[in-house]
């Protein structure tokens, strides 16, 4: 089966620096990967996602890139703010009915004001 | 708020009760699923329900058992659960022919 893994586990950033997640999956069949936000006593919130047809997908502060070849994927958080602190995950999935995610470990970004 | 609401958000069992968590959605999303999310692990998933019938089970153990009588509602029915089944259940469903899940914000269990 497919197995994602993620790194850092955690990530203490400044205040409007940058700040990188990256991801590594082991199926090459994989085709979806989405990334999902996690605050303190809620559930994951999907913030962005891309598909294996597209190489970088932007919105706003926000982006991933995908590196089909490599099996590794990455989301990249610019101008960090305070409440961009939380845990973030990554996932991997093959595209079909009944849909099932295979979740990396998470990352905890704290960014200090 | 992303439309999936689960109930109750938190629940203390003990080991011979008998308790249920329910899911619900009205989004006109067709596939619903359990996730287990312990500390210091990656989320897990559980059961899957697409079209109201079960097509994954993740080799969870018979002492969780889930329901889906309908495509708007989920239930994970627990009984005999031991203290390392203590974590939060996320629900999460997906819309058809799509591949996109949105979770609920989950019941935090804790068994004594």
């Known amino acids: 089966g497919e197995n994602v893994e993620q790194h850092p586990s955690t990530l203490s950033v400044q205040e409007g620096d940058s700040a990188v997640i990256k991801c590594t999956y082991s199926d090459s069949a994989s085709n979806y990967f989405p990334w999902y936000k996690q605050e303190l006593g809620k559930g994951p919130q999907l913030i962005i996602d891309?598909?294996?047809?597209?190489g970088e997908k932007k919105d706003q502060r926000i982006a991933v890139t995908l590196n089909k070849t490599a099996k590794h994927f990455s989301l990249h958080i610019t101008e960090t703010q305070p409440e961009d602190s939380a845990v973030y995950f990554c996932?991997?999935?093959?595209?079909?009915?009944?849909?099932?995610?295979?979740f990396g470990g998470g990352t905890r970004l704290m960014v200090k004001p | 708020e992303t439309g999936v609401t689960q109930t109750p958000r938190h629940l203390v069992m003990g080991m011979t009760n008998k308790k249920s968590l329910k899911c619900e959605q009205h989004?006109?999303?067709?596939?619903m699923y359990w996730y287990k999310q312990s500390a210091k692990k990656p989320l897990e998933l559980m059961f899957v329900?697409?079209?109201?019938?079960?097509?994954e089970n993740n080799s969870v153990p018979s002492r969780f058992s889930p329901e889906c009588p309908n495509s708007s509602h989920l239930f994970l029915h627990l009984h005999t659960l031991q203290p390392e089944d203590s974590a939060l259940y996320l629900c999460a469903s997906s819309a058809p022919n799509t591949d996109t899940q949105y979770f609920g914000p989950g019941t935090r269990l804790t068994v004594l």
């Open positions: 329900y697409s079209l109201e019938e079960r097509v």
């Open positions: 989004l006109g999303h067709n596939a």
């Open positions: 891309i598909r294996s047809n597209v």
């Open positions: 996932a991997a999935s093959i595209q079909k009915a009944g849909n099932m995610l295979t």
